[in-house]
């Protein structure tokens, strides 16, 4: 009974169940037994859970014949296990009991690390199984260990660990401090479940306000995107579902006083509270703030956002060291440049002089044709040639007449500089198999053979990176050049149809089941 008492006590301890200790106990006695009779047999060990009596045995597998016996030790014949037991049959097991086992000194120490051993491996699945879906909640805990900028935290019922990335710049603990952190990931690894703690994780501060603001938690008020600059500054976007409730306002509280809770665990972090809109170019202005912003154009193909503010106000749209347009691109997920309303006025000067040399050299025109032409928004001469003529005609001053000419002269100048490009590629050595295919224009196809991607096995064995960065941002966003190599690739033999559906559909598969860290603007 005694061992049963130390089998409670210790599965109390552990928090662990009491079955698992008596299990560690047994495969201690049945490794001293194995010790003392030989390693080579086949002893068990098992202890009554209500009278804690030890019972050891050997056991033996009953086989056919003195030929099917591989292990002497182990095995038995089926002749010889009828003299002990009339009802043997094969792929039956005989035992017999074994004398109590007299631990001495090294068989008792061997099986007290066993026990500790199992009793370790059963108190970390218990952590493993109780941690694993509790990602994404705020812990509190007591710093046990800080070495080498790492902090190990009692979590009480497990430890966890925060890395030194994971903490906030100039924060140091000592042991016993109290830590308020968020947990990121729990994995099981070789030496046990590792819970990993962040103070710096986004969604850290999206827990701390909804903590703070009874709105978030009650799904009123919902936090939409957060960037950080850990210990430093963060902006964060907000939107109300209730028209009657100011998200700003009820994230902020009564004389900044929720705002000021979450300031003050992030050791004075400071925090913009933006109001998300869905429309994109809102939503960046907003996230600029303080800065005035006086235009915003956007490029949906490059995912890239222009936005244009007055000279005064440069240095404050921009931030110190640039974190305050860095938050905001990160808050949006858009890539935002900025520039003055100057720079903006030069840049499209500039422009406006290049195309109109361009249609100007081709088109054969005056400045005034080719100044109209620009101011009406066309970038190229293919815009021209291949477009309606209505459009042309709504130009004032130009009539029917004119614009047919302007297209005649537009489809010569393409037909002249394809029929340029189609030598140089000839003349590169670009195969016809790479030519085929549709969406290569002849330029591309010289770009292509100018960089020694002259096959469609060359095509094939680009990156979708490498293409875009080839062939220019503004021909194929990174989504449509990979599309473009797959296909490349099935026609190359590389892979078939089918094989590119199976694994569309797993990527497919894989996105919806990832959970975002931070919810998309």
């Not at 103070?199 to 936090?223: C, S």
């Not at 100007?360 to 003529?389: P, Q, R």
């Not at 297209?407 to 010569?412: D, E, I, L, P, S």
């Amino acid at each position: 009974m005694e061992l049963l008492h130390v089998a409670d006590a210790v599965a109390r301890e552990k928090l662990i169940e009491r079955d698992e200790v008596l299990e560690a106990m047994e495969q201690a006695i049945q490794k001293a037994g194995r010790s003392k009779y030989g390693l080579e047999h086949d002893i068990r060990a098992h202890i009554n859970r209500k009278t804690g009596e030890i019972e050891l045995k050997r056991f033996l597998e009953v086989v056919e014949d003195e030929a099917s016996v591989e292990n002497e030790a182990t095995q038995i014949t089926l002749s010889r296990a009828r003299t002990k037991d009339a009802n043997a049959a094969v792929g039956a097991f005989l035992s017999d009991d074994l004398p109590p086992i007299d631990f001495g000194r090294i068989a008792a120490q061997t099986a007290k690390q066993v026990i500790v051993q199992r009793v370790r491996d059963a108190e970390r699945k218990r952590q493993y199984e109780e941690y694993k879906d509790r990602v994404g909640e705020i812990v509190n805990g007591l710093v046990k260990r800080a070495e080498y900028g790492n902090v190990n935290v009692d979590l009480g019922r497990a430890e966890a660990i925060i890395r030194r990335d994971e903490l906030l710049p100039r924060e140091h603990y000592k042991i016993g401090d109290r830590v308020r952190a968020y947990i990121y990931d729990v994995r099981q690894e070789v030496r046990g479940p590792q819970i990993f703690l962040s103070r710096t994780h986004p969604q850290f501060m999206a827990k701390l306000f909804a903590m703070e603001v009874p709105e978030i938690y009650d799904g009123i008020i919902e936090i939409k995107a957060v960037a950080r600059d850990p210990g430093s500054r963060a902006k964060i976007g907000v939107i109300s579902h209730d028209s009657s409730i100011d998200p700003v306002g009820a994230c902020v509280g009564m004389r900044g006083s929720r705002v000021q809770a979450v300031v003050g665990e992030l050791q004075g972090e400071k925090i913009d509270i933006i109001p998300w809109s869905p429309d994109t170019a809102t939503f960046v202005v907003n996230a600029l703030a303080p800065a005035e912003v006086t235009k915003v154009v956007m490029d949906d193909h490059q995912h890239r956002i222009e936005v244009v503010v007055p000279d005064d106000q440069l240095s404050l749209a921009i931030g110190r060291r640039g974190q305050n347009v860095r938050l905001a691109s990160m808050l949006t997920g858009w890539d935002i440049d900025i520039m003055t309303e100057a720079e903006e006025s030069e840049r499209r000067t500039e422009e406006m002089r290049q195309r109109s040399e361009l249609f100007m050299e081709a088109l054969d025109v005056d400045d005034v044709i080719a100044h109209l032409l620009v101011a009406e928004g066309f970038s190229s001469v293919e815009e021209v040639a291949f477009i309606d003529v209505a459009e042309l005609t709504s130009i004032e001053g130009f009539d029917e007449d004119i614009a047919l000419e302007l297209q005649r002269r537009g489809q010569a100048f393409v037909e002249e500089q394809n029929r340029l490009a189609i030598e140089r590629y000839k003349e590169l050595g670009v195969a016809d198999d790479l030519a085929s295919v549709e969406v290569l224009t002849p330029g591309m196809l010289v770009a292509l053979g100018e960089d020694e991607i002259k096959t469609l096995e060359d095509f094939a064995g680009l990156a979708g990176d490498e293409l875009v960065e080839l062939l220019g941002e503004n021909v194929f966003t990174e989504e449509e050049a990979n599309a473009l190599i797959m296909q490349a690739r099935v026609a190359a033999g590389w892979v078939t149809e089918e094989e590119l559906a199976a694994l569309a559909a797993e990527q497919e598969a894989e996105e919806e089941s990832a959970e975002p860290e931070v919810a998309p603007a």
